[in-house]
């Protein structure tokens, strides 16, 4: 029995042979087709992949798809999800189809799906595309289309990084820096970018074949093996990406896991010193961002879990940063879309600044004790767990912006929330003691 595939308002992913079809892919870039049509926007449509194996014979699906309905395609074959935003806007593009997984596992596939604006579609257009999927909505057809290779997709996104500060600084440091892509498309860009840093180079994964070296999510336990490259290597900081480079983990220089939450709370302490701004996070990030934020006279936000809420919000407070605690900066200056390219020149800026290891300036941040777990959806019924909860810490403030956040007066909080992206159910805590979150997430998980 084939099992299903995962369609929302956050774009598809499905198991390759089994949930993912030729047949689904059609269907559904046929709808985003009579979506640009129905909203009259002209130009072409770009198309490029993360390296997995799969993605070529995707990438043709939705090619074929799109010229049938007169859609002038530009391929770029492998480029990471941040770069495809930039080539929107550099192409003047309608739209994009990023075929891409993210960090879900090697025998997965799915498509990520962008606006002229050179943005992931938000969940109200997210929501419209799913209705038009739903409907199995088309365009007219048309015999006059034209598919272009895009060629040097990597020049405008790397101007507007070296742009965000003053490389100078972090050229006459000289890091010597780790960069794990492990296989996915982060190399394409990520070497480039760091040559131009002056950092001395060390890579894992650079072919982008999407023959993961490890699981392709960055947490600690998939980044083990990484952390024992850092030191072996004698490297300052360990810089992982996932699969299509939208995240980014870090390890420092004695190979410990510092992790992606670190990502956005250093970023936002190398610029709010900088360029003090309001910032924007997701409900599922670290509070840290709060301190960060209240140091400079700032706001920080909250929105729900997903890089377009986090834009939402952003436009609307009219905030100079964002990001999501899954290591996804979100920087204007450069693109409305996470970017894992963002915080790896923001944090090396922050290293040159400091003259100090990461782990010495990621010590002055203070420390919250934030815990994630999930379990399989088919064994939960999320708004029956929601229910049991609030009615077991009853002194917790009620929160549903995002599934359900349960707030203390002590700023300890506990998120659970159904997958977007994955037929699972997430819980997270941060409290001030990491026992304490973990509890919390099994009390939760055990409803």
């Given at each position: 029995?084939?099992?299903?595939?995962?369609?929302?308002?956050?774009?598809?992913?499905?198991?390759?042979?089994?949930?993912?079809?030729?047949?689904?892919?059609?269907?559904?870039?046929?709808?985003?087709?009579?979506?640009?049509?129905?909203?009259?926007?002209?130009?072409?449509?770009?198309?490029?992949?993360?390296?997995?194996?799969?993605?070529?014979?995707?990438?043709?699906?939705?090619?074929?798809?799109?010229?049938?309905?007169?859609?002038?395609?530009?391929?770029?074959?492998?480029?990471?999800?941040?770069?495809?935003?930039?080539?929107?806007?550099?192409?003047?593009?309608?739209?994009?189809?990023?075929?891409?997984?993210?960090?879900?596992?090697?025998?997965?596939?799915?498509?990520?799906?962008?606006?002229?604006?050179?943005?992931?579609?938000?969940?109200?257009?997210?929501?419209?595309?799913?209705?038009?999927?739903?409907?199995?909505?088309?365009?007219?057809?048309?015999?006059?289309?034209?598919?272009?290779?895009?060629?040097?997709?990597?020049?405008?996104?790397?101007?507007?990084?070296?742009?965000?500060?003053?490389?100078?600084?972090?050229?006459?440091?000289?890091?010597?820096?780790?960069?794990?892509?492990?296989?996915?498309?982060?190399?394409?860009?990520?070497?480039?970018?760091?040559?131009?840093?002056?950092?001395?180079?060390?890579?894992?994964?650079?072919?982008?074949?999407?023959?993961?070296?490890?699981?392709?999510?960055?947490?600690?336990?998939?980044?083990?093996?990484?952390?024992?490259?850092?030191?072996?290597?004698?490297?300052?900081?360990?810089?992982?990406?996932?699969?299509?480079?939208?995240?980014?983990?870090?390890?420092?220089?004695?190979?410990?896991?510092?992790?992606?939450?670190?990502?956005?709370?250093?970023?936002?302490?190398?610029?709010?010193?900088?360029?003090?701004?309001?910032?924007?996070?997701?409900?599922?990030?670290?509070?840290?961002?709060?301190?960060?934020?209240?140091?400079?006279?700032?706001?920080?936000?909250?929105s729900a879990v997903g890089e377009a809420n986090v834009v939402d919000v952003m436009l609307a407070q009219k905030a100079g940063f964002g990001g999501e605690g899954n290591g996804g900066p979100i920087d204007p200056r450069v693109g409305l879309i996470?970017?894992?390219?963002?915080?790896?020149?923001?944090?090396?800026?922050?290293?040159?600044?400091?003259?100090?290891?990461?782990?010495?300036?990621?010590?002055?941040?203070?420390?919250?004790a934030i815990y994630k777990d999930k379990a399989l959806l088919e064994a939960h019924d999320a708004q029956t767990v929601f229910s049991k909860l609030i009615r077991q810490f009853p002194d917790a403030k009620v929160d549903y912006t995002d599934g359900?956040?349960?707030?203390?007066?002590?700023?300890?909080?506990?998120?659970?929330?159904?997958?977007?992206?994955?037929?699972?159910?997430?819980?997270?805590?941060?409290?001030?003691?990491?026992?304490?979150?973990?509890?919390?997430?099994?009390?939760?998980?055990?409803?």
């Amino acid at each position: 029995m084939a099992s299903k595939p995962i369609i929302s308002v956050s774009g598809l992913r499905a198991i390759v042979g089994d949930s993912l079809t030729q047949e689904l892919i059609e269907q559904y870039i046929s709808a985003y087709a009579f979506q640009l049509a129905e909203s009259g926007l002209p130009g072409p449509i770009i198309i490029s992949r993360d390296g997995r194996a799969s993605g070529e014979i995707i990438c043709q699906w939705v090619q074929q798809t799109l010229t049938n309905f007169g859609r002038d395609v530009f391929y770029a074959d492998i480029m990471a999800t941040p770069t495809v935003g930039i080539q929107i806007r550099e192409q003047q593009a309608a739209g994009a189809v990023q075929v891409t997984a993210s960090h879900n596992p090697p025998q997965y596939n799915g498509l990520k799906l962008y606006g002229s604006d050179g943005r992931i579609l938000n969940a109200q257009k997210g929501a419209q595309l799913l209705e038009y999927y739903h409907q199995q909505q088309t365009p007219a057809k048309s015999s006059t289309a034209s598919v272009t290779n895009l060629e040097d997709t990597n020049t405008a996104h790397l101007e507007k990084l070296v742009a965000l500060t003053d490389i100078r600084k972090i050229q006459a440091r000289k890091f010597r820096v780790l960069l794990d892509c492990n296989h996915g498309s982060g190399s394409i860009l990520g070497i480039p970018l760091l040559e131009s840093l002056g950092c001395e180079l060390v890579v894992l994964g650079r072919e982008p074949n999407g023959q993961f070296a490890h699981p392709a999510e960055p947490t600690a336990e998939n980044l083990q093996e990484v952390g024992k490259q850092v030191v072996a290597q004698r490297c300052e900081i360990g810089l992982c990406q996932d699969p299509d480079a939208d995240r980014l983990a870090l390890i420092d220089s004695e190979g410990n896991y510092l992790g992606e939450e670190y990502t956005i709370a250093l970023c936002m302490k190398q610029l709010l010193a900088e360029e003090p701004c309001d910032v924007v996070i997701n409900c599922a990030t670290s509070r840290m961002a709060y301190d960060l934020a209240k140091e400079v006279n700032q706001t920080c936000y909250e929105s729900a879990v997903g890089e377009a809420n986090v834009v939402d919000v952003m436009l609307a407070q009219k905030a100079g940063f964002g990001g999501e605690g899954n290591g996804g900066p979100i920087d204007p200056r450069v693109g409305l879309i996470r970017d894992s390219f963002v915080g790896i020149v923001r944090i090396l800026a922050l290293m040159a600044r400091e003259q100090r290891p990461i782990e010495a300036i990621a010590g002055d941040i203070r420390p919250y004790a934030i815990y994630k777990d999930k379990a399989l959806l088919e064994a939960h019924d999320a708004q029956t767990v929601f229910s049991k909860l609030i009615r077991q810490f009853p002194d917790a403030k009620v929160d549903y912006t995002d599934g359900l956040k349960l707030r203390w007066p002590n700023d300890d909080w506990l998120l659970v929330r159904a997958s977007n992206t994955e037929p699972i159910i997430r819980a997270i805590a941060e409290t001030h003691s990491l026992t304490k979150s973990q509890a919390l997430c099994k009390t939760a998980l055990s409803q």
